[in-house]
């Protein structure tokens, strides 16, 4: 099993540049999740899904978009790339929400450098 | 709003110099709490979920406990393999769809 997989590991974007970062999963998980890393910071959410066709925002939505067409694939569009958005980004999966025994599964990250 | 600390920020062990890792924690209505382990260049990964003061897990060298206020890791015997960063995360309980509240990380580093 591949869990849940990230593309591409590493990027550089120009600012204004757009890109999306691809993520799939491979557990028929319903729940995925998006979540930014800086340094010295905690994980933030940024979008989440609870199924094919529902998504909603996290902590800090602004500047990205998202979609869920599949139960497999939960893809992070960034429109217009801005220094802020430089991070490290994970995608993440669960069974059901958090709460019921269902602990994420993470995929291995993005390094994104928007300069 | 749920809040999450981590300490130490860093800890140097030696091999087989046991020690505890702290997270304190405020939230309205704890429904878990989760640790994570996350090796460099990794995605985090779970070792322990927690419902209620008083409940202990185990696995291999690690020992998760908590209490009303914070949760420890102990490591027993830690060998350099068990050098990552361990991450901690509440859920309160609000709403069906809440959220994690992930702390900064303890770097946990074990010289041989």
């Known amino acids: 099993n591949a869990g849940v997989t990230q593309t591409p590991k590493f990027r550089i974007l120009k600012i204004g540049q757009s890109m999306t970062l691809q993520c799939t999963q491979d557990?028929?998980?319903?729940?995925m999740y998006w979540y930014r890393q800086d340094p010295g910071m905690g994980l933030k959410l940024i979008y989440y899904?609870?199924?094919?066709?529902?998504?909603d925002k996290g902590e800090v939505p602004n500047g990205y978009n998202v979609s869920r067409s599949t139960t497999e694939d939960f893809p992070l569009r960034l429109e217009l790339a801005a220094p802020s958005q430089t991070s490290v980004y994970f995608c993440a999966s669960s069974r059901r929400s958090t709460g019921s025994n269902s602990p994420l599964h993470f995929g291995n990250g993005t390094r994104l450098t928007v300069t | 709003e749920d809040q999450v600390t981590q300490s130490p920020e860093a800890l140097r062990l030696q091999e087989g110099e046991s020690s505890s890792l702290n997270c304190s924690y405020t939230v309205s209505g704890l429904r878990g709490l989760f640790w994570y382990r996350q090796d460099p260049g990794k995605g985090p990964e779970f070792l322990f979920t927690l419902y209620s003061a008083g409940e202990e897990k185990e696995k291999e060298r690690l020992k998760a406990t908590l209490t009303k206020k914070e949760s420890f890791l102990h490591i027993t015997a830690p060998k350099p393999e068990d050098s990552a960063t361990y991450l901690c995360a509440v859920q309160g309980n609000t709403g069906a769809n809440s959220k994690l509240t992930f702390g900064k990380g303890i770097t946990l580093s074990v010289r041989p």
């Open positions: 899904s609870v199924g094919a066709g529902i998504t």
């Open positions: 557990m028929n998980h319903n729940y």
